[in-house]
């Protein structure tokens, strides 16, 4: 985090995202060119589906454009927040469609919802390489293979707790254990590390 | 269930880091939302676990979206460039464009005199010139040619290297019409390039010339597909 083109970039999407809220469509344009790569393949990834991707992405830039002003720069890094932004739309997507299509009582024994792209690294490869900071590669290594492995799909493939259960044969309370204590392991390691604030 | 309730943080904490991690089904994830709206202290909780978990996102190879996605969000907003298309496709059209050629003339020209003038030397009678820049504003490539030349010398100044299965491609930008190709130039020495006609025509009507990267048998389509490289305005002396 400390890397200064990091510092920069963070900078001028900062500033970039205060003109969007005075309704500068160049600003916008630019904030667009800039981070739309990024988030296009955050939603793509998690939605395995181009067209859902387009929609959500196009939804999220809209919003973006309304709601610019909401951003406090003090609170989360730009990329941070336009990322969760589409991120939470992405799972509310999911989420809204499990329900519509699984009846209450699915269990886990449904066919595999997932089916990962041959061509693209692993989640779990994704969570190490991701993890610049040393702090951070070293606190993903601490977890164990099953919650290591259940974070990674659940983060990168929006997996729920049923899905990664089917996906990883394990019981859905071996899941549930799993990404929580993995979480909670996270935290402290990070937060011990002086990690995020 | 009060979750800002102190005694409740460390629910709350948990639910947030499996919001923000995405397990959280579809009910419980509706109502963390909703509190969130209210509660500033869910919020918080939810927007540190998002900063925690966003580390791990940066890796992501990035996917460019295709550009109807830009198109449709710019004419659901009502903007100005909804009728022109996607940002990398239309960059010619797009004021800031201009503005960044604005500052690069300033840049490039001024502060970059005693690189012009001699130049202008080894061209005599030069009596059109530009200067071609890149994003750091230093000058790549400069084109000169006389009034009745039906053709540019473009002489690469500094150019970045063009890796294989590339090349560099000039182009016209006429003002308000689609930039029109020149044709392929090396990326070292000097290159002439024809033109339709003299110069005095030809460009009559071209306030800057910019390079793009394309495939090494030029663009595909007549217009620029790669990235804009270098650009810079027209300075006629005359």
């Known amino acids: 985090m400390a890397n200064s083109a990091g510092a920069d970039r963070s900078g001028t999407l900062a500033q970039l995202l205060a003109r969007v809220a005075l309704a500068d469509q160049r600003a916008f344009a630019e904030l667009y060119r800039q981070t739309s790569p990024h988030l296009y393949a955050v939603a793509l990834r ?33 990329l941070t927040w336009l990322t969760s932004i589409v991120r939470n739309r992405c799972l509310d997507h999911l989420r809204r ?69 089917t996906h990883m044969r394990e019981p859905l309370g071996t899941i549930k254990s799993w990404v929580r204590r993995g979480l909670e392991r996270l935290k402290r390691c990070l937060d011990g590390a002086g990690f995020a604030r | 269930m009060d979750l800002a309730r102190p005694d ?62 830009w198109t449709a969000i710019a004419s659901r907003l009502g903007l100005a460039a909804a009728s022109t298309g996607t940002a990398s496709a239309i960059w010619w059209n797009r004021v800031g ?16 005199g005693i690189a012009l003038l001699s130049q202008r030397a080894a061209v005599p009678e030069a009596s059109i010139v530009a200067v071609l820049a890149g994003a750091d504003g230093k000058p790549a490539l400069i084109a000169s040619a006389r009034r009745t030349d039906a053709f540019l010398l473009v002489k690469a100044v500094s150019t970045a290297p063009v890796e294989s299965g590339k090349a560099l491609e000039l182009w016209m930008l006429p003002t308000g019409a689609a930039p029109r190709s020149l044709g392929l130039i090396r990326a070292t020495g000097i290159a002439r390039v024809p033109l339709p006609a003299p110069t005095d025509s030809s460009l009559a009507n071209i306030p800057a010339l910019a390079v793009s990267l394309e495939p090494a048998t030029g663009s595909p389509t007549g217009l620029p597909t790669g990235p804009v490289l270098y650009s810079g305005p027209i300075e006629r002396m005359y």
């Open chain 1, 97 to 165: 469609r499990e329900l519509d299509t699984f009846p209450l009582t699915s269990g886990a024994d449904d066919e595999p919802a997932f089916d990962p792209p041959a061509d693209s690294p692993a989640p779990v490869d994704l969570l190490v390489a991701g993890a610049e900071a040393q702090s951070v590669r070293d606190c993903v290594e601490t977890l164990d293979a099953g919650p290591k492995q259940a974070i990674a799909l659940a983060f990168f493939h929006g997996l729920s707790h049923a899905e990664l259960a």
């Open chain 1, 46 to 78: 998690i939605l395995r589906e181009p067209a859902s991707a387009e929609e959500i992405l196009q939804e999220a830039y809209v919003s973006v454009w309304q709601h610019a002003g909401t951003y406090v720069a003090a609170k989360s890094q730009p």
């Open chain 2, 97 to 112: 464009v201009w503005r960044a050629l604005t500052l690069l003339a300033f840049a490039a020209v001024l502060g970059l």
């Open chain 2, 8 to 69: 409740r943080s460390e629910r709350l904490d948990r639910l947030a880091a499996e919001f923000a991690l995405g397990t959280l089904p579809s009910r419980p994830r509706a109502r963390l939302a909703q509190a969130a709206r209210t509660e500033p202290v869910v919020a918080a909780a939810i927007g540190e676990w998002e900063q925690r978990l966003a580390a791990l996102a940066i890796a992501i190879p990035a996917v460019t979206p295709p550009p109807r996605v």
